[in-house]
């Protein structure tokens, strides 16, 4: 199969938090590519294929993993305009976020969330946290275990 | 006293003066005519005695003149000379027609006398005509013609019998006539006695009627005179200010209090609105009254300010149309003044107090939502930190790998294991945060189901150890259930927790419904316990009456359980010793308690 890998886009401001997510899905030995922007304003470039990722392959990622608060366009925004997009409707989202405030959970279900996951300080369970949505697999490529 | 009263007196004196009209009236006119007619019969009764006695005069007269005729002639037949004999005779026979004449005459009312009198006019018309006879012998010196004629007189013409007759039945006539007489004088007697009572009867009755109506209205009008003095007797000491208005608004009466309000000793007369130093000069109050008093509008609670030294008054003006009957005013003004300044003053106090609270208030708000961000801030910011503390020490250790020393894993161990507890105190913080700020959402909440639920949660931290349960029946209560089912879960996970150490460890969950105000639920285990001196510590945030490395724990739970409890109207408390287990106790107001308990297994 010449299946296209899709990559996974991470948006986080945060660079140490940044830097566990990718680490952990590197140690999940994804083969799917990280592509890391660090405001809501860059997720949607990225999505819509604009601005600095104007000329990026057609495609959507595999996953979209985002963070509640960045700076200028924050991450519940980023779910909602993707949820009124046609083409974007059925990316799986999963919020990351260091609150259990009630009030992100409820928005976020409403706004059609794939996942919630609050960022845990143990990166072993934040790697788990990730690795646990079932329906990842799906749309995830394990890199081949020979590399 | 009320008009039909008066009227039904007036008609009842009309009356009484009518009788006694009457009554007089009888008592004069009545012995008078009795008396009247007894006088005229007395007189009759007389008349009828002097009648028969006359009757019986001329009988005897007439008896004595034929008695004298005969002894004449006796004497001259016998030959005794009689002086005057001859005129005795001649005087005598001629009173003899005229006797019998008038007997008659007095007799023509009664036929029985009238023939008695018949017999003896016929005897002695017999006894004259032979008297005559003898006369006329003797003048002739005929002795014995004359002797005969007289003895013929004395046989043939007896007349003793007929005149007894005529004299007995006027004595007969003339009893009766005195009975009668006598009768009537009695009856007279006894009328003008009877009209004398009565009218000392009458006399009295009217003395008494009109003494006894005298004191009547001497009574009633003492009457009134209390009834009035009562009345001005409260109206004086009624401490709220009366004034009495004519029509033109100037003072008929004021009150005591009144006039120790407003002054003014003796105001009668003047207009109110010179009284008081000018506190009745409101325009508008004036027109008001003037419309009372012309239109009987009333005037209700009207709220007038004056002006006084002490810094002014405020009072309620009521004012209404009153009629005064039998007075020179029609109508008048009864108007009362009642002070509200205090009140008046109270509910200034009151709008500020409100304004200040209002002001406090949103000030509490903004603090609220002050504490909102901030919350959130610490929530999302201040744990990023930690996180990458503890994540980044983790990547160092294992970065390492087997190349670095038992220290300093050790030290990378401590570093990591503090972030997380300090991870842990701030969600917990945010949770208890979260209890005051979030609403209640209250529903029935089945406290049993809750419960076992509990339990079943907790069997992990159970573990193989031995716990005896012992729950009563709980009831149904309105409530917040993910609040409620926080207050179980740290009460009946501190009980597991702190009864760890026990070979068997018992723990016992009921309510106690004693007091209608509340519904107490409590849970009591056999553990290790605590001072009741540090009791006041531990429903506060982060208190901890055990060591960490005992028991292990942030302590925050008892304070979410005291902040839910309050949130829910009840009250949080415990009871222990230590070493000898703890009781903690947690009441919800009734008034949110539904149902009856119902009967859990234990």
């Not at chain 1, 566990?20 to 140690?27: F, G, K, Q, S, V």
């Not at chain 1, 959507?60 to 997009?85: C, F, H, Q, S, Y």
């Not at chain 2, 009227?7 to 009888?26: Q, T």
């Not at chain 2, 010196?141 to 039945?169: M, V, W």
Request: aromatic residues 6%.
């Amino acid at each position: 199969m010449n299946r296209e890998i899709r990559t996974i886009l991470l948006a986080e401001d945060s660079g140490a938090d940044a830097e566990m997510a990718i680490d952990a899905l590197r140690e999940a030995k994804l083969a799917n590519p990280v592509v890391h922007v660090e405001d809501g304003v860059e997720a949607l470039d990225y999505l819509f294929c604009r601005g600095a990722y104007a000329g990026r392959g057609k495609g959507n990622p595999a996953v979209v993993l985002l963070d509640i608060k960045m700076p200028r366009l924050d991450g519940l925004e980023v779910l909602k305009r993707m949820r009124e997009t046609e083409g974007l409707r059925r990316v799986p989202v999963v919020i990351l976020s260091s609150s259990r405030e009630e009030s992100d959970l409820v928005h976020s279900w409403n706004l059609g969330v794939n996942a919630y996951v609050v960022k845990p300080v143990d990166v072993r369970q934040f790697f788990q946290a990730v690795q646990t949505l079932g329906q990842f697999w799906a749309v995830l490529n394990e890199s081949p275990s020979t590399e | 006293m009320p008009w039909t009263t008066v009227l039904s007196d007036r008609a009842e004196m009309r009356l009484r003066v009518v009788l006694l009209a009457i009554a007089v009236l009888a008592s004069v006119l009545l012995p008078y005519l009795m008396l009247q007619r007894t006088v005229s019969e007395t007189q009759d009764a007389s008349a009828w005695v002097e009648h028969s006695a006359k009757v019986k005069q001329t009988t005897t007269d007439l008896m004595y003149v034929l008695r004298d005729i005969e002894n004449v002639l006796l004497a001259l037949y016998t030959g005794v000379p009689v002086d005057g004999g001859e005129a005795i005779y001649t005087q005598g026979r001629a009173q003899v027609t005229p006797l019998l004449d008038q007997l008659a005459r007095l007799t023509r009312d009664n036929p029985d006398q009238q023939a008695n009198v018949g017999t003896l006019e016929a005897i002695v018309g017999g006894r004259v005509k032979l008297f005559d006879a003898a006369h006329e012998a003797l003048n002739a010196k005929a002795y014995d013609s004359a002797g005969e004629s007289l003895a013929q007189a004395r046989e043939l013409f007896a007349f003793r019998t007929a005149a007894k007759a005529i004299l007995d039945l006027e004595q007969g006539l003339f009893a009766e006539r005195t009975a009668i007489a006598e009768a009537r004088g009695r009856n007279a007697r006894f009328a003008t006695f009877g009209a004398f009572a009565a009218q000392l009867v009458l006399l009295g009755a009217v003395i008494f009627l009109s003494e006894r109506q005298t004191l009547r209205r001497i009574a009633a009008e003492q009457r009134a005179n209390r009834a009035v003095a009562r009345s001005r007797s409260i109206v004086e000491n009624v401490r709220e200010p009366i004034l009495l208005l004519d029509a033109r608004l100037s003072v008929l009466m004021t009150n005591a209090a009144f006039r120790e309000v407003y002054g003014g000793g003796d105001a009668m007369g003047d207009a109110l609105a010179t009284l008081g130093d000018g506190a009745w000069s409101d325009p508008a109050l004036l027109q008001r009254l003037a419309d009372v008093a012309a239109r009987g509008r009333e005037l209700w609670d009207h709220e007038l300010a004056q002006a006084t030294a002490d810094g002014g008054r405020t009072v309620l003006v009521n004012a209404r149309r009153i009629e005064l009957p039998e007075t020179d005013a029609a109508v008048a003004v009864l108007l009362t003044a009642t002070d509200v300044t205090a009140r008046k003053r109270s509910e200034q106090r009151v709008l500020e107090l409100n304004r200040e609270l209002e002001s406090q208030v949103s000030q509490v708000s903004e603090v609220n939502r002050e504490l909102e961000a901030f919350s959130y801030s610490v929530s999302h910011d201040l744990r990023a930190p930690l996180r990458h503390i503890a994540g980044f020490a983790d990547k160092l250790g294992a970065h390492l790998g087997a190349g670095a020393d038992e220290r300093a894993h050790h030290y990378l161990e401590v570093i990591g294991n503090s972030a997380r507890r300090m991870s842990a105190l701030i969600e917990d913080l945010l949770l208890y945060s979260r209890l005051g700020r979030n609403a209640l959402r209250l529903q029935p909440v089945d406290t049993s189901a809750l419960v076992a639920e509990v339990r079943t949660m907790l069997a992990e931290e159970i573990g193989a150890r031995a716990v005896r349960w012992s729950v009563g029946g709980l009831p149904i209560v309105m409530a917040d259930e993910t609040m409620m089912r926080q207050v179980w879960q740290n009460l009946l996970s501190n009980a597991v927790k702190y009864t760890a150490r026990r070979d068997e460890a018992r723990i016992e969950v009921g309510v106690d419904r004693s007091d209608a105000a509340e519904i107490v639920f409590f849970v009591r285990d056999n553990g290790t316990g605590f001072d009741m001196e540090y009791a006041g510590k531990l429903f506060g945030v982060f208190q901890r009456l055990h060591k960490a490395s005992d028991f292990p724990g942030t302590g925050i739970g008892l304070a979410n359980v005291r902040r839910i409890v309050s949130r829910h109207g009840g009250r949080t408390w415990a009871d222990s010793a230590p070493d000898r287990g703890a009781t903690f106790y947690f009441s919800l107001p009734s008034g949110i308690v539904r149902g009856k308990p119902i009967e859990a297994s234990p």
